[in-house]
């Protein structure tokens, strides 16, 4: 006898709905994406109890006449695709047809909608999945989606749900993205009666974000405007000073649909890497506009993840994209010291936190004959002429070996050296297919291979390789690039690649904590040091040198 049948729509809608509302701000998100598809020029949400017990939204969008209404809380009844081809050319913000019968399967949901041309507006209430009201009401165009008990036939679900504060924060965000990226559409958030947001519409972004964030925080933003390729990418990128610990403010809009996508952030913040302090985040907002051919919004039910075509396409227009950006603001790590005017703090944690670095002008003045010490043969310690020193022996001379081997490294790009070798790899067959993926920006390095089968097995082997491994051997760090390239740690890029390759040697080379130095050794480190670019933190963005004002000295001895 067959154990196999057909589940119940029921079943089918509750099975849907536990991916796509798996928290109320999920709901929210939803709702907001239809009225924005409903072209509303005014969008009000109102929330009980952080969405639970009630989470009503209204929109002046275009609406729906009766029998749409009745239609629009099936599975899979939409007007926003037609045939399988549409699916490449998406341009509203749902198409999957799921979002109302979601809502309708966990709770109560009335639907009231009134189009331009109809007199009266119609109105439907679906509990537990069946039509428990429908008719007439008086109301004005547009919609209003009322959702009460959202979780009533999915109790378990509420047992997942963080504190109150944190749902109604992930509602928060919601609400925000939406704003950031509709600045045309004027946006009003209540909780328990309370307006938390509320913003007026606008044609310039920034005036958007003013209304939504801190105005420091606004006043500290760079533009973005890049193209490369097909892909177009504008927004704002935080001042290195005003970045952050948490990273809840990156924003990510593709074609103006909010996603996360951990390699452009992870890119964004690779490309950002010698400006920010460790464990410190930029604020971003960003679009890119991709042609929809290039791009596949159907693969996560609630939209949030695309796949590009070619993601290397579009991680390294983030590259230049901010690489531009830095440079058309002179944005050193100096610089963007002086150009702040007030302190930018690096804590050490090793130090204590009274440490703190202290260059209002971005240059600390050293005497020009200094006498060391070093302590716990980690750091070296001098007296400068407003206060006193502390350098991390091994994070300093690491930055000074790798500004001086990218310059060597440069310079012999350009001219082609390369030191032929031939060393044998001992890569999987993975490796093998990654090195010929990436063999093209291996070999403007100066890496090339050549394969050679032996017994059905393939062997990889170096052939040549940058001049600069002329006296080291070059496997180890091969090695290691890959498995950074494998592990998707390195962004792509003949730039990343670059920065892996100069840091690996860097601090192979480097003294280490621990070492025991002469004066001369240490002389030389903090001299060296003064000569190279970036010195404030090492290549891993780690300080390398904080001083400690006599002022503070003085404060903490009471003298002033
Ligand atoms: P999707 O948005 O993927 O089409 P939904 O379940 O979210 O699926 O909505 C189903 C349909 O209901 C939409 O295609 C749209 O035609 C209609 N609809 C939903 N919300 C609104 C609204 N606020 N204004 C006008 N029409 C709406
Ligand atoms: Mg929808």
Redesign the pocket.
């Not at 969008?61 to 729906?64: D, N, Y």
């Given at each position: 006898m067959s154990i196999i049948h057909e589940l119940s729509p029921e079943v089918v809608s509750l099975i849907a709905a536990g991916e796509i509302i798996e928290r109320p701000a999920f709901a929210l998100k939803?709702?907001i994406?239809?009225?924005i598809?409903?072209n509303a020029g005014q969008i009000s949400i109102s929330l009980t109890h952080n969405g639970l017990t009630q989470m009503i939204v209204e929109?002046d969008?275009?609406?729906?006449d009766s029998q749409?209404v009745l239609l629009?809380?099936k599975l899979h009844?939409?007007?926003?695709l037609h045939t399988p081809d549409e699916l490449h050319s998406i341009h509203?913000?749902?198409?999957?047809?799921?979002?109302?019968?979601s809502i309708a399967a966990t709770g109560t949901l009335t639907i009231q909608?009134r189009q331009k041309n109809s007199q009266l507006g119609y109105e439907i209430v679906i509990r537990k999945q069946k039509r428990v009201k429908e008719g007439k009401i008086g109301m004005p165009v547009g919609?209003r989606?009322i959702v009460e008990n959202l979780f009533e036939s999915l109790p378990a679900r509420q047992k997942f749900l963080q504190s109150p504060q944190t749902e109604l924060r992930h509602c928060i965000e919601v609400v925000t993205t939406y704003a950031i990226s509709h600045p045309g559409i004027r946006f009003i958030l209540k909780h328990n009666g309370h307006i938390l947001i509320q913003v007026s519409t606008t044609t310039d972004p920034l005036e958007r974000l003013t209304a939504l964030f801190d105005q420091d925080l606004v006043d500290s933003l760079l533009p973005v405007n890049y193209q490369e390729s097909y892909v177009t990418l504008q927004g704002f990128i935080s001042h290195p000073s005003k970045a952050t610990s948490s990273s809840s403010k990156q924003f990510i809009f593709l074609n103006h649909r909010p996603i996360k996508d951990s390699l452009i952030s992870g890119s964004i913040k690779e490309a950002m890497r010698e400006l920010l302090p460790q464990n410190k985040n930029s604020v971003f907002f960003l679009n890119f506009t991709i042609p929809n051919e290039l791009i596949d919004v159907n693969v996560h039910p609630r939209k949030e993840i695309v796949r590009f075509a070619s993601p290397t396409t579009v991680y390294s227009a983030v590259q230049s994209a901010i690489q531009e950006m830095l440079l058309s603001n002179s944005l050193t790590f100096q610089s963007t010291l002086q150009n702040n005017q007030t302190t930018a703090k690096i804590t050490d944690s090793l130090a204590g936190a009274f440490l703190k670095e202290i260059k209002k002008n971005g240059e600390i003045e050293l005497f020009k004959k200094i006498v060391c010490t070093q302590i716990h043969n980690t750091y070296i310690v001098f007296e400068t002429k407003t206060g006193f020193m502390f350098v991390d022996q091994h994070a300093a001379q690491e930055r000074t070996l790798y500004e001086q081997l990218k310059i060597k490294f440069q310079a012999e790009q350009k001219k082609n050296k390369t030191v032929q070798i031939r060393a044998a790899l001992s890569l999987s067959k993975a490796e093998i297919l990654l090195v010929d993926e990436y063999e093209a920006v291996f070999k403007t390095f100066g890496f090339t291979f050549e394969k050679k089968k032996n017994k059905n097995k393939e062997k990889m082997y170096l052939i040549s390789v940058p001049a600069l491994f002329s006296d080291r051997d070059p496997i180890p760090i091969f090695e290691e690039i890959l498995s950074d390239v494998e592990n998707g740690i390195a962004i792509r890029t003949t730039d990343t690649l670059t920065h892996q390759m100069l840091t690996y040697i860097a601090c192979h080379q480097s003294v280490k904590a621990g070492d025991v130095l002469t004066q001369k050794q240490m002389q030389g480190i903090v001299h060296e040091l003064q000569k190279v670019p970036n010195k404030f933190t090492c290549p891993h963005g780690r300080p390398t040198m904080i001083e400690i004002p006599l002022h503070d000295l003085h404060k903490r001895f009471q003298r002033i």
């Open positions: 939803e709702l994406e239809n009225a598809d409903a929109d969008g275009k609406g729906m749409d629009s809380w009844t939409t007007s926003k509203t913000q749902g198409f999957r047809g799921e979002a109302l019968a909608s919609t989606m």
